[in-house]
Each structure stands twice: as structure tokens, then as C-alpha cells.
């Protein structure tokens, strides 16, 4: 069954690249995967580029984007199906544009989304347990991860690889594509600390240290791609950020943000970038009937840096939301938190407005696991709208 799957997906996409007359082949493709910074790392990238005088296209979780057009990414997927890609891409030719930056993601590659297409330049952000049941555990998860590395290594079109040499699994990637370097193929090692060093001079206006790992992957690349250090720095300076992530929806009398951090880890960051401040939390955990093993986590982790923890609806599916969230609780009863000062409310409206009503002066209320979607999605398909800002720039009207 396993095999008849991967022919499947194979000629799928090899069907997608045909009826589009394999588009990448004029275009230099640059694909980015990993668990945290992709879509951060792509925009950062795709500013410095058209700040360069580049055209260029962008695929990712928050929007699709060729040229001057851009739109909200309503797909439900960060990285599409074959054909989607391919049109994207064919479209990306059609329009003149340089570049086109691609998200990939591990449930992607092991449907053959990214075959077919010439990979210019790919990037490896960090890896972090994420979908391990859906993958069957981390390890195969970190596989489907490194081969597309090791797809794109086959190919002697791919000129770069960049490769977070911080992370614990860099070695994973570099054994990938090892074998395949030459004079003309090479190997970027970057990492966050680089931005210390004096040649990366570099003001980073981003909020949270994570963010210093994704501005240094967009400046290794640009300056691999020939852009001058002037217009990577003015264009760095000059980013505002990215709908949904570590997004400062107020500042005074107290700090209102929302970001889209729903893994472990990257709820500990984002609450570890916000300290001293004493921590309002509203969140919940996407993905209904997935990942479960995740939930005691959050909890676990909100249990730590929150002084008050509202709990709410993220994307239950199918799945009964009040059992979601008894399960993050589970992860916050076996702590010393206060649990007079946990609240459950799964109206996620109400559960900001909670949030809001609890915040004193000089306090931060994060509100995190939806950031930039526009949907929360529930039992047997439906989907309610939702724009996460609006209705915090709403309730805090009120």
C-alpha cells in the first residue's frame, strides 16, 4: 500500500510539472523547511530582493504572492498540492519575477510535492518535534526533512544550502548533501551569533532572540546572491515584520501581542522574550485529534512563565475541545501555578476579552496559536472566519 502511495504522489507531481511545462526550470526556486522561521525567513528575504530591485514570488503559510499581486494564503495548507505549486510557479515566470520562495513542509515532501522542480538554493532553519504522529515519531519527521535536501543535492541546478549549523540536527543535513558538493555547489554554515560578529552590524528591530536566527539566514543568502551589504542593512532596518508572529497589537497601558506559536518550543520562546513582564496567556492547541502528546506540554510550559493562563478554542476539528482542553490542564496541575488564576473559556472572542480584563499596567497579554489564519476550524468541515487582530483591536475598543 505504501508503494502504490509513493507512485501516486510521484506521478502527481510529475504530471503537475508537465501540464505546466516545467516552470522552474526559468526561475531560481529557493525553498525553506524546518519547524519554526520559515515564513518570517521568507519574508525578510523576499524585502532585501525587492529592495535590490528584484522580482519576486512567495508561497507560504501566510500569503501567495507574484510580483506586485499578493493574497492571503485561504489554502489551508503551507505547502499546497503539486499542481497548485506548479501553476504558482509557471504564473511566477509568466509575471518576469527572479525568484520564487517556497515553504516546505515535512507532510509535503513525503507527498512529493517538491519533485519536479529545480531547487536554486534550499535552507534549514531548526527542527523541533512537531506532526510526530502523524510522521511516526521525531525521527522520521527530521527524515522527511533532510531528504529534501538530499532531493535537491541530486540535482547539479541546486548551487546553495544553507544550514543552521546551531541547530542539533545540522550534521543530519550536512551528510545529505556532503557527497554531492563541488567548486560551483557550496555549503553555508550560519547562525544568530554571526549577527554579533562586526561585519553583521545589522540593527534588528524584530522582537523575541528567535528572530535573530531568521535574520541571519535571509543575510547569508542575499549576500550569496550578490546583494550589497548597504541595501541588505536599510532593508533589515526597515522591516515591520509578519502578520501573526510576536505582531505588538498595543503597547500602553499594557502590551497586547499575538504570534502563531503552537509547538512547545515555541511557545517557550516567545514567553521567554517577553520577561520581566508579568505574562497574560490565552491559547489552546491546534490541531484536533493530532498531536496530543504536545497538550500536557503547553501546559507545563504556561505553567512556568504565566501569572494568568486562559485556555481556549484553537482548531478542535472533530475532535471534542473541552477533552483538548483537559488535556493542557493536565500539564498545569502537576505544577506550583495558582490554579485560582486558570481559566477556561473556549469562546476564543471571550477568552480575550477575559484576557484584556485581567491585564494590569506594565503587563503583557500574548495571545498565541492562530496569529495570521483566517479560519478556526471545526467539526465536520466547517470553518469559522477569523482574523485574530481584529478582534483584539475590537475587544480592546470595547
Known sequence: MAIIKKIYHYCLAFLGALIYRFPSRKIFVVGITGTKG?????????????????????????????????????????????????????????????????????????????????WGAVMFTNLT????????????????????????????????????????????????????LSSERRITLFSKNQLLAADYRIPVTLSGDFNLENVATAINFTRAMGIKDETIKKAVENFGGVTGRMEIIQNEPFRVIIDYAHTPDSLEAVYKSLLPSRLVCVFGSAGGGRDKWKRPELGKIAAKYCAEVILTDEEPYDEDPTQILSQ???????????????????DRKEAIRKAISLAKKGDTVIITGKGHEPFIK????KKIPWNERKVVEEVLKQ
Not at 508561497?59 to 499581486?69: A, C, D, G, M, P
Not at 517556497?102 to 510535492?113: L, N
Request: glycine fraction near 6%; charged fraction near 25%.
Open 38 to 118: 520559515k515564513s518570517t525567513t521568507l519574508e525578510l528575504i523576499n524585502a532585501i530582493l525587492e529592495a535590490a530591485g528584484k522580482k519576486t514570488a512567495l508561497l507560504s503559510s501566510i500569503r501567495i504572492k507574484i510580483n506586485k499581486e499578493s493574497d492571503k494564503n485561504l489554502t489551508g495548507t503551507t505547502m499546497p498540492g503539486r499542481f497548485f505549486i506548479q501553476k504558482f510557479l509557471r504564473k511566477a515566470v509568466d509575471a518576469g519575477c527572479e525568484y520564487a520562495l517556497v515553504e516546505v513542509t515535512s507532510q509535503g515532501i513525503i507527498q512529493y510535492r517538491h519533485r519536479f522542480i529545480n
Open 129 to 180: 518535534p512537531e506532526h510526530i504522529e502523524a510522521h511516526g515519531g521525531f525521527e522520521k519527521y527530521r527524515e522527511a526533512k533532510v531528504d529534501f535536501f538530499r532531493y535537491a543535492a541530486r540535482n547539479p541546478k541546486t548551487k546553495l544550502f544553507l544550514i543552521n549549523k546551531e541547530d542539533a540536527n545540522a550534521n543530519y543535513f550536512l551528510e545529505a548533501v556532503a557527497q554531492f
Open 328 to 346: 493542557i490542564k493536565s500539564g498545569i496541575k502537576n505544577s506550583e501555578f495558582k490554579m485560582q488564576n486558570l481559566h477556561e473559556i473556549l
Open 378 to 381: 471545526m467539526a465536520k468541515g
